[in-house]
Nanobody, 129 residues
Framework: QVQLVESGGGSVQAGGSLRLSCAFS????????IGWFRQASGKEREGVAV????????YYADSVKGRFTISLDNAKNTLYLQMNTLQPEDTAMYYC??????????????????????WGQGTQVTVSS
């Protein structure tokens, strides 16, 4: 049973940084993709950054490229999201999610929330101006 537990959210001022962590279990298949998604109040859940467990390929939403970095520590069974230069529009509940996906060919496919069936409980990130 895949389990995902996020931590590291909080409140920061614009321009600040946060690092989110997601402790996971039962993800041993190299076909898994694991990543970060967010949902702001009144908006749909969107993909932020995803990494392929088997090969390390990464996918980012255009809105976070150059500011956020996703990384995976298999020895610690932990996924990270380093978020720099945070902006008020980054305010959202951030979720960790994982699933096996058919061969991913596009970032849109990897970042699509509907492709994931295993979700953590979320951690809140609030960025003030």
């Amino acid at each position: 049973q895949v389990q995902l537990v996020e931590s590291g959210g909080g409140s920061v001022q614009a321009g600040g940084s946060l690092r989110l962590s997601c402790a996971f279990s039962a993800i041993t298949d190299s076909t898994y993709y694991i990543g970060w998604f967010r949902q702001a109040s009144g908006k749909e859940r969107e993909g932020v950054a995803v990494i392929w467990v088997g090969g390390g390929s990464t996918y980012y939403a255009d809105s976070v490229k150059g500011r956020f970095t996703i990384s995976l520590d298999n020895a610690k069974n932990t996924l990270y999201l380093q978020m720099n230069t945070l902006q008020p529009e980054d305010t959202a509940m951030y979720y960790c999610a994982a699933d096996t996906l058919s061969p991913v060919k596009t970032a849109i496919q990897a970042l699509g929330a509907r492709g994931y069936n295993h979700w953590g409980q979320g951690t809140q990130v609030t960025v003030s101006s």
